[in-house]
């Protein structure tokens, strides 16, 4: 299994209350992506590192932001928390970029 | 821009029955496929992949999908299940050529339930 952990695994937190989510790697590959994962919705991209410090938007980035200051670790940030951020989130690691391999996932519970 | 559709939502089967998970995708470049398996409450695991070359790949756990790039399909087949394939089926794609080859579009996946 790729060397992919996700922190934290499970977190309950109220509206309007800032989130940080964290991936953290060990394979030292250079992409990096965070989904998130609803019902109905398959797997939707949220944001992703194409190195140190370059990251770009997915297709559902608003209300989100991140940041990778070092090659191993992604965070993902909801600045505001709102119920609709309710979701299972995922990150994921590429060496080339088109071949992913995931982390366990995070289950936030906004209330 | 790439689009993958998952033609079935959910597919029952009965143990040691072969199934067959459909997935379609569009795209105005040649392409890189994958399906990956997602378990009950676990992150995703790539099943299997086709970048080129035979466009028959085989992938973990028995499972198999021909690459038909005439009807832009790419289906996964198994000849007999069994009760731990239960889960769900995402197929995926990415763009083999220009700056879009990092993105990964997946379907909205199939669930798979086998029963006795």
């Known amino acids: 299994d790729a060397g992919i952990t996700q922190s934290p695994r499970h977190k309950v937190t109220e509206t309007g209350t800032p989130v940080t989510l964290r991936c953290h790697q060990t394979e030292n590959h250079r992409y990096m992506y965070w989904y998130r994962q609803d019902p109905g919705h398959g797997l939707r991209l949220i944001h992703y590192s194409y190195g140190v410090k370059d990251t770009d938007k997915g297709e559902v980035s608003d209300g989100y932001s991140v940041s990778r200051s070092k090659t191993e670790d992604f965070l993902l940030t909801l600045e505001s928390a709102t119920s609709s951020q309710t979701s299972v989130y995922f990150c994921?690691?590429?060496?080339?970029?088109?071949?992913?391999?995931f982390g366990p996932g995070t289950r936030l519970t906004v209330t | 821009a790439q689009s993958v559709t998952q033609l079935d939502s959910q597919v029952p089967v009965f143990e040691e029955a072969p199934v067959e998970l459909r997935c379609n995708y569009s795209s105005s470049v040649s392409v890189y496929l994958f399906w990956y398996v997602q378990y009950p409450n676990q992150g995703l695991q790539l099943l299997l992949k086709?970048?080129?070359?035979?466009?028959l790949v085989k992938g973990i756990n028995g499972f198999e999908a021909e690459f038909n790039k005439s009807q832009t399909s790419f289906h996964l087949r198994k000849p007999s299940v069994h009760i731990s394939d239960t889960a769900e089926y995402f197929c995926?794609?990415?763009?083999?050529?220009?700056?879009?080859?990092?993105?990964?579009?997946f379907g909205k996946g199939t669930l798979l339930t086998v029963n006795p």
């Open positions: 086709y970048l080129s070359g035979s466009t």
């Open positions: 994921a690691i590429s060496a080339r970029g088109y071949e992913q391999y």
């Open positions: 995926a794609v990415s763009a083999n050529s220009g700056g879009s080859n990092y993105k990964l579009t």
